[in-house]
């Protein structure tokens, strides 16, 4: 079966436009989660989703990056207002069961690298 | 905060060398451990697992014991491969949320 997919694989932005990143998690996986990874880094937590409900945002960095997941599926990271420190690999990962330890076990997509000049 | 340290690359060996990656931890409560694969090119892909205090990880030659009394789940495997060549995280897993390391590149020459 398909694995997760994201879209695009690449994003140049200048600075201050918005950007719309795509994923598409495996089909019936109940959690999905953002990260973004900066170069030579670690991924970094974003955000989480349980269907459609977002339960945990502490990891989004400001008031400029928005995430949903409306109908329990597809999820958009949006940016607003791009900044330069906004460049990284954005990295969306989906899981079968939904909270607790049921949610560790992660299958990521390859990313969208957003490069804001 | 729950954090993961790992050494730094890159680590470069010849085939068929001992490879140690060090990890340590600090967490909370009873966090799972993990150690994810990045092949150049390719996502993050789970490599091994342990949930609990002196459990073993192993998978692909590659193995991890989940130490609580050093914090520590350091990855070795007996003989590696060019194929291995690869970066590698270690990460822990707590309360909903995955913390990595910063990656140890490995360069594996033939």
């Known amino acids: 079966g398909a694995g997760v997919s994201q879209s695009p694989r690449y994003k140049v932005a200048k600075r201050g436009q918005d950007v719309a990143l795509r994923c598409d998690p495996i089909?019936?996986?109940?959690?999905l989660f953002w990260y973004q990874q900066a170069l030579g880094q670690g991924p970094e937590f974003l955000t989480y989703f349980q269907n459609e409900a977002q339960l945990d945002k502490s990891g989004l960095p400001s008031d400029r990056f928005f995430a949903e997941r409306p109908e329990g599926s597809v999820s958009t990271l949006k940016i607003q207002r791009t900044q330069q420190e906004d460049s990284a690999v954005y990295l969306c990962?989906?899981?079968?069961?939904?909270?607790?330890?049921?949610?560790?076990?992660?299958?990521f997509g390859p990313g969208t690298r957003l490069t804001v000049t | 905060g729950d954090s993961v340290t790992q050494m730094e690359g890159p680590v470069t060996l010849s085939e068929e060398a001992f490879l140690t990656i060090n990890c340590t931890y600090t967490a909370t409560g009873y966090p799972s451990l993990f150690w994810y694969v990045q092949y150049p090119g390719e996502g993050l892909q789970l490599l091994l697992k342990?949930?609990?205090?002196?459990d073993k990880g192993s998978n692909k030659g590659f193995e991890a014991t989940y130490r609580k009394e050093t914090t520590s789940f350091h990855l070795e495997k007996g003989s590696v491969q060019v194929s291995d060549s690869a970066v590698y995280f270690c990460a822990l897993y707590n309360f909903n949320k995955f913390y990595f390391g910063s990656g140890t590149k490995l360069n594996v020459k033939p």
């Open positions: 342990a949930t609990k205090a002196d």
């Open positions: 990962a989906s899981s079968l069961e939904g909270g607790g330890r049921g949610s560790y076990e992660q299958y």
């Open positions: 089909s019936g996986h109940v959690s």
